[in-house]
């Protein structure tokens, strides 16, 4: 399965940015659940959110709760992260992952959950 990121780009503090990711190959994401990470510069990759294979389950980090929404649709083949009240702070670049199983729990928050992993799409908030 090959994820495609998009979106990214450069947003004063305070403003929004949704990212996509969308599968480039003939398959289906309708059976994964999906996952955003970010990496910011000189640090570790970090879990942002997750959605299980039909949208019933999903988990935030508390960074971003309340602020971001993950979401899916299934006949588009693309899950979605819709970035509000952007912060210096959320400045990384921003990875789609898939994982098969298709059930989320807490693991979700975990890198070794997810089979598949995008190219990432570099999201700059300026102060």
């Known amino acids: 399965v090959q994820l495609q990121a998009s979106g990214g780009g450069l947003v004063q503090a305070g403003g929004s940015l949704k990212l996509s990711c969308a599968v480039a190959?003939?398959?289906?994401?309708?059976?994964?659940?999906m996952a955003w990470f970010r990496q910011a510069p000189g640090k570790e990759r970090e879990f942002v959110a997750a959605?299980?294979?039909?949208?019933?389950?999903?988990y935030y980090a508390d960074s971003v709760k309340g602020r971001f929404t993950i979401s899916r649709d299934n006949a588009k083949n693309t899950v979605y992260l819709q970035m509000n009240s952007l912060k210096p702070e959320d400045t990384a670049v921003y990875y789609c992952?898939?994982?098969?199983?298709?059930?989320?729990?807490?693991?979700?928050?975990?890198?070794?959950?997810?089979?598949?992993w995008g190219q990432g799409t570099l999201v700059t908030v300026s102060s």
């Open positions: 959605i299980s294979w039909n949208g019933g389950t999903i």
């Open positions: 992952a898939a994982d098969s199983y298709g059930v989320i729990d807490d693991s979700a928050r975990e890198e070794k959950v997810y089979d598949y």
């Open positions: 190959s003939e398959r289906t994401l309708n059976n994964y659940a």
